[in-house]
């Protein structure tokens, strides 16, 4: 029997994570041959060189591609696009997938969505229909991608029904849930001992705050300050913490060069890339996740912890009760770090349950994946423009 020919597209250690559950259940599988292609930010020594985990799970990868520019420029991003276009076209041709699968609202995906195209090759973007108001080419580049793409695995009711008012037939969308959030609920939890012992650490972190943050355009001018209030409070307040080197977006350097300044303090552990055990055992000991990383939204409530999100990214997002939106300010800071605190705050956190899922995502898409005909859909996408024939001026 012919296997069904599947190819996974990623580009960051984040949109990776993204799916990676369901990426072991498509291995696993002796009737599907399941690739994936690697780019971006996964062959960067900087940023972590996080190809080699993706080695370690074990996955076969069809082709890499070094497409990260080290430019710190508004149009480092648009030609790394450029450069996976030209140099993953052909490759993706001759192996001819019967599916290509990717996540989220970076500029890769508009790739594979408009490859997908163009091939007839039947595509699912995951985790369409989300919005936020932030202003941020994400945004439109995410809705983009949503009309590009032949069916649509989304984590929420919500984003089902904005798909459907941008047009999008309700039969091609699909609530499959969050599927990040297996991770959260199996894997090998370290203790706090075993954290520590992890990274040599003598003294201190019996409790920890978890810091992710990462610069967007809207903020070019004040995402480097909001992030060193951030290490100012923290610092001030004598919390320790682990802290994410930001992402690849412009203007990341800035806030390379302030964790180069308090790189040597000893409350603060920096960290680019770890495994994945080790970075979810420190999420779910830390006593609160604080920055503007969507995990804050989407994941924080599966271990019931606040989730304090720093200026204009993730606003407009469904969130729970364990979100706190905060100013940059020093003040602001401190307010929202003293309220998540809080005897008061963290019972309300300790009662609520996550709305992106329940652990089962994985195997709700894959099973899905596995019955969708998606051969005999993907040449007939409806127009939500065309005009009914009654309707048209030109027609007597």
Known sequence: MKKKKVLACTSIRSDYDLLSPL?????????????ILVSGAHLSHQHGYSIEQIRKDGFEILLEIETLLSYDTKISRVKTASLLLQNSLETIAKFNPDLIIYAGDREDTLVYAMIGGYLRIPTIHFYGGDHVKDG?????VRHAVSKLSTVHFVAIQEH????????????RIFVVGNIALDRFLFFKELSKAQIKDKFNIKFGFD???LVIFHPIVQEEDKSHIYFENIL???KEKNICAFVSYPNTDPNNHKLINIINQYKQHPNFIFYNNLERDLFLSIYKNAEFIIGNSSSG????ASFKIPAINIGMRQIGRYCKENVIFSKGDLYSIKKSIEKATSENFLKIVRKISNPYGDGK????AYNLIKNIDFKTIVDKKEDPLEIPMEDNAFYE
């Open 23 to 35: 990426y072991k259940l498509l291995h696993e599988d002796n009737e599907i041959d399941f690739r």
């Open 136 to 140: 941020y080419i994400d945004n439109p």
């Open 160 to 171: 089902k029904k904005r798909l459907i008012r941008m047009g999008e037939h309700p039969k």
């Open 207 to 209: 409790k920890f705050a």
């Open 232 to 234: 100012k409070v923290l």
């Open 297 to 300: 939204i989407y994941e924080a």
């Open 361 to 364: 995502s994985a195997f709700k």
